[in-house]
C-alpha cells in the first residue's frame, strides 16, 4: 500500500512562498490521482488542488486559483505544490492524499476527501500577517 509523507512547511511572512513536497513509496505512483488538501483549527478539511495520473490534467479551489501550482514527478514518486503569493488565511496542516484508478472509466481528478484513501500525516503551514 502507499504510504505518503509531507515535507516542506514552516513559517513564512504573507506575500512569501514555500514548497510542498509530498513523497510515496510502496505503490505504483503513476496509478494514483494525487491531492493536496488542508485543515484549519476548528475548520472542515478542504480541497486545495489535484492532479491527474500523467500530470496532464488539473483542478485547484478557487480561493488558490493564481497563487498555487501542482505538479508531480512520476519517475520520482513525488506531487508538488508551489504555493506562492501566501496570505494568512493560507494557514493550516496540509495534506497529501492519493486515490488508486479504479479501471476504465474512472474519472481524473477528485475534489472530495472521501474519494482518497491514502493520506500523508501533514504539514504546518503558517503564514504570517
Known amino acids: 500500500q502507499v504510504h505518503l509523507v509531507e515535507s516542506g512547511g514552516g513559517l513564512v511572512q504573507a506575500g512569501g512562498s514555500l514548497r510542498l513536497t509530498c513523497t510515496a513509496s510502496?505503490?505504483?505512483?503513476?496509478?494514483?490521482?494525487m491531492g493536496w488538501f488542508r485543515q484549519a483549527p476548528t475548520k472542515e478539511r478542504e480541497f486545495v488542488a489535484t492532479?491527474?495520473?500523467?500530470?496532464?490534467?488539473?483542478d485547484y479551489a478557487d480561493s488558490v486559483k493564481d497563487r498555487f501550482t501542482i505538479s508531480r514527478d512520476n519517475a520520482k514518486g513525488t506531487v508538488y505544490l508551489q504555493m506562492n503569493s501566501l496570505k494568512f488565511e493560507d494557514t493550516a496542516v496540509y495534506y497529501c492524499?492519493?486515490?488508486?484508478?479504479?479501471?476504465?472509466?474512472?474519472?481524473?481528478?477528485?475534489?472530495?476527501?472521501?474519494?482518497?484513501?491514502?493520506w500523508g500525516q501533514g504539514t504546518q503551514v503558517t503564514v504570517s500577517s
Open positions: 492532479i491527474s495520473r500523467n500530470g496532464r490534467s488539473t
Open positions: 510502496g505503490g505504483a505512483f503513476p496509478l494514483f490521482t
Open positions: 492524499a492519493a486515490r488508486p484508478w479504479a479501471g476504465v472509466g474512472d474519472s481524473d481528478l477528485f475534489r472530495v476527501p472521501a474519494q482518497y484513501n491514502r
